[in-house]
Protein backbone atom coordinates (compact mmCIF):
# COMPACT_ATOMS: atom_id res chain seq x y z
CA UNK A 1 0.00 0.00 0.00
CA UNK A 2 2.65 2.65 0.75
CA UNK A 3 4.83 2.15 -2.20
CA UNK A 4 1.63 2.42 -4.28
CA UNK A 5 0.71 5.59 -2.50
CA UNK A 6 4.49 6.81 -3.06
CA UNK A 7 4.70 5.99 -6.04
CA UNK A 8 1.73 8.22 -7.33
CA UNK A 9 2.97 10.86 -4.96
CA UNK A 10 6.01 10.98 -7.21
CA UNK A 11 4.37 10.75 -9.87
CA UNK A 12 2.08 13.45 -9.25
CA UNK A 13 4.65 15.46 -8.61
CA UNK A 14 7.18 14.57 -11.56
CA UNK A 15 4.42 15.72 -14.12
CA UNK A 16 3.88 18.99 -12.03
CA UNK A 17 5.78 20.41 -14.61
CA UNK A 18 3.98 20.26 -17.64
CA UNK A 19 -0.32 21.18 -17.20
CA UNK A 20 -2.59 20.65 -20.21
CA UNK A 21 -5.61 23.26 -20.77
CA UNK A 22 -8.72 21.72 -22.56
CA UNK A 23 -10.68 24.50 -21.90
CA UNK A 24 -8.37 26.45 -24.61
CA UNK A 25 -10.57 25.17 -27.50
CA UNK A 26 -10.57 26.36 -31.05
CA UNK A 27 -12.95 26.23 -33.78
CA UNK A 28 -12.93 24.05 -36.15
CA UNK A 29 -10.55 21.69 -35.04
CA UNK A 30 -9.73 20.49 -38.62
CA UNK A 31 -9.15 22.61 -41.93
CA UNK A 32 -8.35 21.20 -44.81
CA UNK A 33 -7.64 22.01 -48.49
CA UNK A 34 -6.62 20.85 -51.81
CA UNK A 35 -3.13 22.51 -52.85
CA UNK A 36 -3.52 22.81 -56.98
CA UNK A 37 -1.82 24.11 -59.59
CA UNK A 38 -4.49 24.66 -62.24
CA UNK A 39 -6.93 22.23 -62.56
CA UNK A 40 -4.41 19.11 -60.99
CA UNK A 41 -4.77 18.69 -57.23
CA UNK A 42 -0.97 18.57 -56.48
CA UNK A 43 -1.70 17.41 -52.79
CA UNK A 44 -4.03 17.78 -49.84
CA UNK A 45 -3.23 19.29 -46.62
CA UNK A 46 -5.22 19.47 -43.61
CA UNK A 47 -4.36 21.04 -40.08
CA UNK A 48 -5.74 19.62 -36.57
CA UNK A 49 -5.46 21.86 -33.63
CA UNK A 50 -4.08 19.42 -30.81
CA UNK A 51 -4.23 21.80 -27.91
CA UNK A 52 -2.32 23.93 -25.62
CA UNK A 53 0.01 22.97 -22.16
CA UNK A 54 2.38 24.93 -19.97
CA UNK A 55 5.80 23.78 -19.68
CA UNK A 56 7.97 25.80 -17.38
CA UNK A 57 5.84 28.65 -17.35
CA UNK A 58 5.52 28.92 -21.00
CA UNK A 59 2.33 28.24 -22.97
CA UNK A 60 2.86 26.57 -26.20
CA UNK A 61 -0.28 26.08 -28.68
CA UNK A 62 -0.06 22.76 -30.49
CA UNK A 63 -1.14 21.70 -34.08
CA UNK A 64 -0.70 18.51 -36.71
CA UNK A 65 -0.30 18.90 -40.20
CA UNK A 66 -1.01 15.98 -42.78
CA UNK A 67 -0.20 15.93 -46.11
CA UNK A 68 -1.20 13.76 -48.34
CA UNK A 69 0.47 13.32 -52.10
CA UNK A 70 -1.80 11.76 -54.70
CA UNK A 71 0.61 12.11 -57.44
CA UNK A 72 3.39 9.56 -58.46
CA UNK A 73 5.49 12.35 -58.48
CA UNK A 74 7.21 13.38 -55.26
CA UNK A 75 5.54 16.76 -53.50
CA UNK A 76 8.53 18.80 -52.15
CA UNK A 77 7.63 20.29 -48.79
CA UNK A 78 11.15 22.06 -47.67
CA UNK A 79 12.03 25.16 -47.61
CA UNK A 80 8.63 25.25 -45.81
CA UNK A 81 7.92 28.29 -42.95
CA UNK A 82 5.09 28.14 -40.43
CA UNK A 83 3.51 31.50 -38.69
CA UNK A 84 1.01 31.88 -36.56
CA UNK A 85 -0.55 35.30 -35.95
CA UNK A 86 -3.16 36.37 -33.11
CA UNK A 87 -5.82 38.45 -33.86
CA UNK A 88 -3.78 41.56 -33.99
CA UNK A 89 -1.73 39.74 -36.70
CA UNK A 90 1.37 39.68 -34.36
CA UNK A 91 3.14 36.63 -34.80
CA UNK A 92 3.95 34.68 -31.67
CA UNK A 93 6.98 33.36 -32.05
CA UNK A 94 9.20 30.75 -34.09
CA UNK A 95 7.35 27.25 -34.70
CA UNK A 96 8.92 24.83 -33.11
CA UNK A 97 8.47 21.60 -36.33
CA UNK A 98 8.58 17.77 -35.04
CA UNK A 99 9.07 15.57 -37.99
CA UNK A 100 8.65 17.74 -40.77
CA UNK A 101 10.34 15.76 -44.27
CA UNK A 102 11.89 17.53 -46.99
CA UNK A 103 9.28 16.03 -49.26
CA UNK A 104 5.86 13.30 -49.57
CA UNK A 105 6.95 10.12 -52.05
CA UNK A 106 4.37 9.37 -54.78
CA UNK A 107 0.78 8.14 -53.32
CA UNK A 108 2.01 8.58 -49.77
CA UNK A 109 1.32 10.84 -46.81
CA UNK A 110 2.91 12.80 -43.95
CA UNK A 111 2.03 13.96 -40.94
CA UNK A 112 4.33 16.43 -38.19
CA UNK A 113 3.79 18.50 -35.56
CA UNK A 114 3.57 22.30 -34.85
CA UNK A 115 3.97 23.58 -31.23
CA UNK A 116 4.20 27.94 -31.17
CA UNK A 117 5.15 29.09 -27.73
CA UNK A 118 3.68 32.34 -26.44
CA UNK A 119 5.69 34.93 -25.18
CA UNK A 120 5.78 35.52 -21.70
CA UNK A 121 4.13 39.05 -21.93
CA UNK A 122 0.56 37.70 -23.46
CA UNK A 123 -2.13 35.38 -22.02
CA UNK A 124 -3.50 32.29 -23.99
CA UNK A 125 -6.92 33.76 -22.48
CA UNK A 126 -6.80 37.40 -23.70
CA UNK A 127 -8.90 38.95 -26.54
CA UNK A 128 -5.72 39.04 -28.79
CA UNK A 129 -5.94 35.39 -28.72
CA UNK A 130 -9.23 35.07 -29.57
CA UNK A 131 -8.61 34.54 -33.15
CA UNK A 132 -5.61 32.42 -34.70
CA UNK A 133 -4.16 32.48 -38.46
CA UNK A 134 -1.31 29.74 -39.41
CA UNK A 135 0.04 30.66 -42.41
CA UNK A 136 1.81 28.07 -44.34
CA UNK A 137 4.39 28.13 -46.97
CA UNK A 138 5.77 25.10 -48.83
CA UNK A 139 8.34 24.42 -51.61
CA UNK A 140 10.29 27.73 -50.67
CA UNK A 141 6.87 29.66 -51.34
CA UNK A 142 5.13 27.54 -53.84
CA UNK A 143 2.59 27.29 -52.20
CA UNK A 144 0.93 29.73 -49.19
CA UNK A 145 -1.94 28.18 -47.82
CA UNK A 146 -3.63 29.90 -44.50
CA UNK A 147 -6.31 29.52 -42.28
CA UNK A 148 -8.30 30.32 -39.18
CA UNK A 149 -9.27 29.25 -35.81
CA UNK A 150 -11.78 31.03 -33.79
CA UNK A 151 -11.32 30.26 -29.64
CA UNK A 152 -14.78 28.47 -28.27
CA UNK A 153 -15.99 29.77 -25.04
CA UNK A 154 -17.74 27.53 -22.73
CA UNK A 155 -20.31 29.44 -20.76
CA UNK A 156 -22.47 28.64 -18.15
CA UNK A 157 -24.89 26.10 -19.70
CA UNK A 158 -21.60 23.83 -20.16
CA UNK A 159 -21.87 23.50 -23.73
CA UNK A 160 -19.41 24.99 -26.24
CA UNK A 161 -20.05 28.17 -28.30
CA UNK A 162 -18.25 29.77 -31.08
CA UNK A 163 -18.96 33.15 -30.08
CA UNK A 164 -15.33 35.53 -29.16
CA UNK A 165 -14.25 34.89 -25.53
CA UNK A 166 -15.44 37.81 -23.37
CA UNK A 167 -14.41 36.26 -19.88
CA UNK A 168 -14.22 33.38 -17.54
CA UNK A 169 -16.39 30.92 -17.01
CA UNK A 170 -19.64 31.39 -14.68
CA UNK A 171 -20.59 28.72 -13.20
CA UNK A 172 -20.18 24.84 -12.83
CA UNK A 173 -20.37 22.62 -16.70
CA UNK A 174 -23.44 21.32 -14.95
CA UNK A 175 -26.69 22.55 -13.12
CA UNK A 176 -29.55 20.75 -11.41
CA UNK A 177 -33.46 21.40 -11.93
CA UNK A 178 -36.03 20.61 -9.57
CA UNK A 179 -39.80 21.06 -10.01
CA UNK A 180 -43.41 20.28 -9.25
CA UNK A 181 -45.87 19.86 -11.76
CA UNK A 182 -49.38 20.37 -10.95
CA UNK A 183 -51.98 19.28 -13.18
CA UNK A 184 -53.52 16.80 -15.78
CA UNK A 185 -51.08 14.40 -17.90
CA UNK A 186 -52.12 14.86 -21.57
Known sequence: MAPRFLGTLLAT?????????????????????????GNDVMARIAVVW????????????????????????????EPAKFVLLDAALQPLGPARVDGLPAAVAGE????????????????????????LELRTQLDGG?????????RVARYAYGYPYPYPYYGSWWGPPWHY??????????
Open 142 to 150: RWDWSTRFQ
Open 108 to 131: MDATFELAFPVPKERDPYSAEMGT
Open 177 to 186: HAGVYWGYPY
Open 13 to 37: FLCGACVSYPELRFAPSVHDAELRD
Open 50 to 77: LGASERDGVYELFFRVRIENHRSDPFQI
